[in-house]
């Protein structure tokens, strides 16, 4: 993390007496501080583990379909992590994910309209439903894991229920053929060649996505907001910060980054299928857990979230690389996130005592 | 009351329609209604039938739609009212079955998925007199839970088929792609794909999010650089895992399990080697309509055996029927 260093290199006059309180901590500890750290070591482990086991692993073609992997997770736990900093979190983000492909897909099918028109509603459609999670959450003060468990089932059922009503079937026309389709895919879904290696534009917004959550979260006012709210949101009131619309607005957040999923979704494979995406939001909660944050909020940061996705994505194509069977799969990846926990706990306890 | 204003009004209904136009997609689409829907002829003079078709469907996989469709049709020749239900878990279906026998229904087409949990259901059914029919999953255990006679493919048969048309195109190490690990049906096909070529490696994916689908074929293929093949299970898969092919710049030929428009149409085009259909929607017409015949008649289907709804192979040939059949959502 080069945001956290300070600028300004440490003078070598010898200083005058100091404050204990201000003393600087050793750069190894305050490294150790951060959230991410635990989720850093894993990650470095399991690189070194499957590229010792596996020769296709670290070839840049491989490594390129890690880094895909991770991201179409990775994209989703930098919402669910800045909104798990901020004391909440969401168990509808798999399914709004797939709403918001299939709002696109069907309206610009049904209407016949340039898939632009679709995409656009599509971003209004996941925003409305991160306002609806949040300003349901703080009218009626219900946990969030209520509150999004509801929103969850009923999206699950709006999107068999209206794909089915609309398009006559349980999976989206193809609007491959349609205006704007191009030019969509180019932004939501083609690749880039980087020497010789095809790589996916979702690894660069992944990408650009954790830049921007960290940058928030560290350097602006809305990022303190955020840690206040999920470190105590009563005294975060009583200071004077927003909590209702920073918690809504986390819950927008998050509806924004199911956006870009769900369009990467739909213009990568045309069609969607409107039972799909159930379960994922579990995934997106571990990649924030793994990378360091803590269930009760006020803890975390996004490059944890973003490390957390890694882990997983390597876990997942990795066994595909290493020719294992890969019904132990799932039992790792419990095994890594309990681990992953564990070793974030120490290392923040150790950490704070010295 | 305002004054009506056909200036106005004017205004709005050449104004409206231009800024719908304005935005329109030229190709693609919804196409406009074509007029009357073929299904059914003439409806059966029998009394009305109570009939429960209850499958194992998972929430919005396309394959049922197709089964739904020919149970439909089949009930509207029949004068049947269709309660079409369905649950992927077994003790649920198992309920759903006895909430059918408590509707009094006078047949009951199920799927036998997961036998084991709806042995008790169907042994009530069956107490009360109700016919049943199987269909789809559950071949081998049907007689013995009580069924007059089973619709479905045999699973194991269709992989097989798979092995022996790849062998003929003069290939021999498939990759076989299963979308839903620990499911036995699949694991059949894959099954009989590998006993016709043993090189036959098999690739687990989530299904429930297909970019994983893409990532871990992509994976896969660079893993396996030799692999000359690859069979996807399900139409929707394969459509992905060809995309995930021709991404990778990877030479394997893809061939694929079931059928959509979609699938049908790259068949034609070329691009996909061909796929098995197990004919879903003969599947749930054959049920509702042999517990039709089974009401005006006493008649029992099947002798005893399963009526084999497939395997029936789609190539290039074959593909421009299949299509055709496909668009209307019953292929």
């Given amino acids: 993390m080069t945001q956290t260093i300070s600028k300004t290199p440490p003078s070598k006059t010898p200083a005058p007496v100091t404050d204990e309180r201000v003393a600087k901590r050793n750069p190894l500890q305050k490294l150790l501080g951060r959230p991410e750290v635990g989720a850093l070591v894993g990650a470095i482990v399991l690189f070194v583990f499957f590229a010792s086991v596996s020769q296709t692993f670290i070839q840049p073609n491989a490594f390129a379909t890690v880094l ?27 399914v709004a994910v797939i709403s918001s492909a ?20 599509a971003l209004m459609v996941s925003l409305a439903i991160g306002f609806i999670n949040g300003w349901i959450l703080m009218k009626t003060k219900l946990p969030s894991f209520i509150v999004t468990l509801a929103s969850f089932l009923m999206l699950t059922g709006l999107n068999l229920g209206l794909t089915r009503l609309i398009g006559g079937s349980v999976s989206s026309p193809s609007i491959s053929a349609m205006d704007g389709f ?68 986390l819950f927008m957040a998050v509806g924004f980054c199911g956006w870009i999923l769900g369009m990467h979704n739909l213009f990568a494979f045309d069609t969607v299928q409107s039972g799909e995406g159930i379960g994922n939001e579990f995934l997106y909660i571990i990649a924030a857990v793994i990378g360091g944050c803590l269930l009760t909020g006020g803890y975390g940061s996004a490059v944890g979230g973003a490390i957390g996705a890694f882990i997983f994505g390597m876990a997942n194509k990795g066994i595909v690389y290493a020719q294992w069977n890969p019904d132990w799969f799932k039992f790792f990846l419990g095994l890594m996130l309990l681990l992953a926990t564990i070793v974030n706990l120490i290392v923040k306890r150790r950490a704070e005592l010295k | 009351m305002t004054k009506f204003s056909w200036r106005k009004a004017a205004l709005v209904a050449s104004v409206v329609p231009m ?18 829907g073929a299904a059914g ?74 036998p084991d949990a709806l042995k008790d259901a169907l042994k009530k059914a069956t107490d009360a ?139 034609a085009d070329g691009e996909i080697l061909f796929t098995v259909d197990q004919q879903p929607w003969l599947q749930g017409y054959g049920a509702i309509d042999a517990i039709w015949q089974n009401k005006r008649g006493g008649f029992e289907i099947g002798g005893g055996q399963p009526v084999l709804t497939g395997p029936s192979i789609v190539d290039k040939a074959a593909a421009a029927d299949a299509l055709k059949f496909a668009k209307e959502g019953i292929r």
Avoid at chain 2, 198 to 211: H, K, R, S
């Fill in chain 1, 182 to 249: 191009g030019s969509a895919r180019a932004v939501f879904a083609s690749s880039v060649t980087i020497g010789g290696v095809d790589v996916k534009i979702t690894v660069f917004i992944w990408f650009a996505l954790v830049a921007v959550a960290s940058w928030v979260l560290l350097r602006t006012k809305v990022g303190n907001w955020i840690f206040a709210v999920g470190g105590d949101a009563n005294a975060a009131r009583a200071v004077g910060v927003p909590v209702k619309a920073t918690k809504i607005g």
């Fill in chain 2, 129 to 267: 007199g109700i016919p049943v029919v199987s269909l789809n999953a559950g071949e081998s255990v049907s007689a013995q839970l009580g069924a007059f006679t089973h619709f479905g493919s045999n699973e194991k048969l269709a992989g097989t088929a798979v092995g022996d048309k790849l062998r003929s195109e003069g290939l021999s190490h498939p990759i076989c792609v299963i979308q839903e690990q620990g499911h036995v049906g699949l694991e059949a096909r894959c099954a009989g794909v590998k006993e016709k070529l043993p090189a036959t490696e098999i690739l687990y994916v989530a299904g429930t999010d297909m970019t994983q689908v893409s990532s871990t074929v992509t994976a896969k293929l660079q893993a396996t650089a030799d692999a000359d093949s690859i069979v996807g299970l399900g139409a929707p898969f394969t459509l992905t895992i060809l995309k995930a092919v021709n991404a990778a710049g990877s030479k394997a030929k893809v061939a694929s399990f079931d059928m959509n428009a979609e699938l049908a149409q790259k068949i």
């Fill in chain 2, 19 to 36: 800024l719908a136009l304005s935005a329109c997609s030229s190709t693609g689409g919804k196409a406009p209604d074509a007029a009357g």
């Fill in chain 1, 68 to 94: 895909y992997g991770s991201s179409t997770i990775g994209i989703m736990a930098v919402g669910v992590s800045l909104l798990m900093i901020g004391g909440e979190f969401d168990l509808s983000t798999g």
């Fill in chain 2, 41 to 114: 002829g003439q409806v059966v003079s029998t009394p009305k039938l109570k009939i429960a078709l209850i499958t194992h469907a998972a929430p919005g996989d396309t394959f049922w739609d197709i089964v739904r469709k020919g149970a439909e049709e089949a009930s509207a020749k029949d004068n049947v009212e269709l309660l079409y239900t369905s649950d992927p878990e077994g003790g649920r279906q198992a309920q759903l079955i006895e909430q059918a026998i408590d509707q009094k229904v006078d047949g009951i087409a199920v799927t036998l998925a997961k």
């Fill in chain 1, 102 to 121: 299939l709002t696109a897909s069907m309206f610009s099918w049904y209407f016949a309209t340039n898939v632009w028109i679709g995409v656009i509603l």
